[in-house]
């Protein structure tokens, strides 16, 4: 089984792109960040043209996750227990929940398709929202490593944290902003200390994930490594490949991350009708 995270920065503007890439990677399940779009506006039709069922959660133009896969997806679970709100309080007194965070269990593997809030600047109160927000997915983690630990389980998406010195082009052009601070990196290592293993990086894999579209970022490669694959022990022991593909930021309309890939030891269903690709 095939997998993959991409922040696609409006799934809409960038929907035969995706599509595209997914049936030349030959992608089984895709979690997707930053649709930025309400269900109804989501490009449905496509998907399931080439196969893939879609589970979403989008509430505005802003934000928003979402899983594509030609397998079936069970425990479809709209965010997460006590994952914080923010913003201004509705008429009821509760603060919005954003749409940041999307759960299914694909082929008895559970994954989690997440958009961490971003932090904007260090005292703003974004920020203190970005720690909460982690700080709690990370006891709801251990919580589910410890209630199910033979589940396969991997958090996938856009955590908006460059967790060492090596995932961004130039640290000192970071000094004093977020993405790099020392909250933010130890959130970061909260996951790690809870048992999860980044795919990527323990098995050698380097590379950026995100590069701003101004100041020629990308054809400077001024980027950071923002997007990961977290995954448990019992998820880790089936991971056989794992890869960044950086091509992605190239061409027509890309978006300014490329998708994290990672190959798990799981058979499926539909594996001896997938098209080939040479």
Known sequence: MRIATWNVNSIRTRVSRVVDWM???????????EIKCKPEQFPHDAFAEAGYEVQLHGLSQWNGVA??????????TV????????????????????ARALGVTVEGTRLWSLY?????????????????????????????????PEQPLALMGDFNIAPFDIDVWDVAAFEG?????APERAA???FEEAGLVDALRSRGVE??????YQR?????????????????????????????????????????????????????????????FL
Do not use: C
């Open 216 to 276: 020629l970022r990308f054809p400077r490669d001024e980027g950071m490594r923002i997007d990961f694959i977290l995954g448990s022990p019992a998820f880790d022991d089936l991971v056989t490949g794992a890869s960044i593909h950086r091509e992605e930021r190239k061409g027509d309309g890309p978006s300014d991350h490329v998708p994290v890939v990672v190959d798990l030891a799981i058979d499926t269903e539909n594996g001896d009708d997938r098209p080939m």
């Open 23 to 33: 049936l030349r990677e030959d992608i089984d399940v895709l979690a997707m960040q």
């Open 79 to 98: 965010g997460f227990d006590t994952q914080p709100g923010f913003g201004k309080p509705l008429d009821d007194g509760t603060v919005p929940i954003e």
């Open 116 to 148: 961490v809030p971003n932090g904007r600047e260090l005292d703003n109160p974004h920020y203190a929202y970005k720690l909460e927000w982690l700080a709690n997915l990370a006891q709801q983690t251990s919580n589910w490593m410890r209630d199910n």
């Open 188 to 190: 970061f290592a909260a």
């Open 67 to 76: 899983f594509a896969s030609r397998l079936g997806m069970d425990e479809v």
């Open 207 to 212: 590379g950026y994930t995100y590069w701003d």
């Open 177 to 181: 902003k977020t993405h790099i601070s």
